[in-house]
């Protein structure tokens, strides 16, 4: 064989063994008529995991509402890294990231499986940047607190999609359109974080005072709902422009880029909901979102 000949074989093969995997998710999962809602969700206090409430009730309302995934892929606000990667291990563990919680917390495990193959073939979709496939990471209380009662039995396979902390926000709304093609393929993609989340300025002491919400943290969640609602995503970008009650809401970006990754998935026929619209303890606001 000439060496020419021989060197492009052998890009050939080495190209068809990095996509298989892409191949064989697609194969396995067809293309569907109707594709899977994307959904941001407000996930709160990490006790919302184990407790039977309005919220936790939600979540396992949709869970029975929306046709079953293939697989579930969370950009949880908990998972910050140098870089952007995706879980690819067959067995993630369950992280208890957080203190000061009951034991019944950390005693809680969710033992869905991962998918190598899943994690593969959405590194594959993303472009914009290099995606890492981590062994170590697992799923973290914004994940599992959310899909334990959204998927009780834990049978459907759940991976997580780091947040580049060193990016801005317009790069975590571009990378995520990248990936909306996996809600054809069966994917339930949820964003988990909050929209308002000004934990140093929670009123303790109104917790159990139902929809306690200070003037500012109302007044940006309804922005919020106002720019989602007519497709203002720019504004929802640039959202420290949007006025100094901004700052208040969002003093750091972690839990409202989760946000920026749903609302990239909607395209101009998808209805748009809200749902468990409540603030809690003054300045954190549980309001989630669904998109088709």
Do not use: C
Request: charged content about 20%; proline content about 6%; cysteine-free.
């Amino acid at each position: 064989m000439e060496r020419k000949t021989f060197i492009k074989t052998l890009i050939g093969g080495a190209a068809m063994a990095s996509l298989q995997p892409f191949y064989n998710w697609t194969k396995e999962l067809t293309e569907q008529e109707e594709k899977l809602p994307a959904l941001f969700i407000g996930h709160g206090s990490p006790m919302n995991g184990i407790e039977d409430n309005e919220f936790s009730r939600t979540w396992a309302k949709f869970g029975k509402e929306i046709p079953k995934p293939k697989a579930v892929l969370v950009i949880s606000a908990h998972w910050l890294t140098n870089g952007t990667h995706i879980t690819a291990m067959e067995n993630p563990k369950t992280i208890h990231d957080f203190g000061g919680f009951p034991q019944a917390l950390f005693d809680v495990e969710y033992p869905a499986k991962g998918s190598p193959e899943l994690a593969k073939a959405t590194s594959e979709l993303i472009t914009s940047t290099n995606v890492g496939l981590d062994h170590d990471w697992g799923l973290d209380h914004g994940t599992w607190t959310v899909v334990r009662h959204m998927y009780p039995n834990a049978d459907i396979p759940v991976l997580q999609l780091s947040i580049d902390y060193n990016k801005p926000p317009q790069y975590h709304y571009d990378l995520a359109k990248q990936l909306a093609s996996l809600r054809k393929k069966g994917v339930l993609i949820i964003g988990s974080g909050n929209m308002v989340h000004n934990l140093r300025m929670v009123a303790w002491d109104k917790l159990q005072e139902p929809e306690y919400g200070f003037d500012w943290a109302i007044e940006m969640n309804t922005i919020f709902k106002e720019k989602i609602g007519n497709n203002d995503f720019k504004s929802l970008i640039e959202y420290e422009k949007l006025n100094a009650a901004a700052k208040l809401a969002i003093p750091t970006p972690d839990h409202y880029y989760p946000l920026l990754y749903s609302i990239a998935l909607q395209d101009s026929k998808d209805e748009v909901s809200f749902f468990n619209d409540k603030p809690v303890g003054g300045s954190l606001t549980m309001t989630s979102v669904k998109i088709g």
